[in-house]
């Protein structure tokens, strides 16, 4: 059994920015990739972006230039740095062990004046 916990969320002003981490535990050795989504109020949840044990990220449009993954393999955590925030990043955000049933509980993020 995994966990992923989810933290860092919050309120934040426009263009502002904040440090999502996604902590791993349980039956896992290492992560070898993890996906952040993100699920705004009324709409369907989207892939926001994915990061390898490597370093390797991959974003989705709306948002590269903006956030920034990285991993820190000796704590079995992600992080998700998201700059430049604009209103429409609301949204709860996961962690998602890719191809599995594996997801975090979710943090919110509310980007508003």
């Known amino acids: 059994q995994v966990q992923l916990v989810e933290s860092g969320g919050g309120l934040v002003q426009p263009g502002g920015s904040l440090r999502l981490s996604c902590a791993a535990s349980?039956?896992?050795?290492?992560?070898?990739?993890m996906a952040w989504y993100r699920q705004a109020p009324g709409k369907q949840r989207e892939w926001v972006a994915t990061i390898t044990s490597g370093g390797t990220t991959n974003y989705a449009t709306s948002v590269k230039g903006r956030f920034t993954g990285s991993v820190d393999n000796a704590k079995n955590t992600v992080y998700l740095q998201m700059n430049s925030l604009k209103p429409e990043d609301t949204a709860v955000y996961y962690c998602?062990?890719?191809?599995?049933?594996?997801w975090g509980q979710g943090t919110q993020v509310t980007v508003s004046s």
């Open positions: 349980g039956t896992i050795s290492s992560i070898n990739n």
């Open positions: 998602r062990i890719p191809a599995t049933l594996y």
